[in-house]
Nanobody, 121 residues
Framework: QVLLMESGGGSVQAGGSLRLSCAASGYTSNKHHMGWFRQTPGKQREGVARIYKNGMTSYANSVLGRFTISKDNAVNTLYLQMTDLKPEDTAMYYC???????????????WGQGTQVTVSS
């Protein structure tokens, strides 16, 4: 069982930065792919950034060049560094883990509870 807990959300002005963290327990770096997703009320959850077991990363077009996903296997923590934040980045951000690449893209096996990010103009 993988347990995920996000932190680091908050309120910032447009152009600001935040770093989200996701502490994982029961996680094995060589077994799970991990990612960040976000959701706003009335909209579907969308993938923001993914990091695969082999270290490869992928990003949604809307955050490419502004967000960076990384992980520290020594402390079982996933990060999302967000810069040049825009009001449209306002959402609940979730970290997730999956045993397969397909699962990470479509329906991850494990989810955190989420952390709110609010960007004001």
């Amino acid at each position: 069982q993988v347990l995920l807990m996000e932190s680091g959300g908050g309120s910032v002005q447009a152009g600001g930065s935040l770093r989200l963290s996701c502490a994982a327990s029961g996680y094995t770096s060589n077994k799970h792919h991990m990612g960040w997703f976000r959701q706003t009320p009335g909209k579907q959850r969308e993938g923001v950034a993914r990091i695969y077991k082999n270290g490869m990363t992928s990003y949604a077009n809307s955050v490419l060049g502004r967000f960076t996903i990384s992980k520290d296997n020594a402390v079982n923590t996933l990060y999302l560094q967000m810069t040049d934040l825009k009001p449209e980045d306002t959402a609940m951000y979730y970290c997730a883990a999956a045993l397969s690449e397909y699962g990470l893209r479509t329906n991850p096996d494990y989810w955190g509870q989420g952390t709110q990010v609010t960007v004001s103009s």
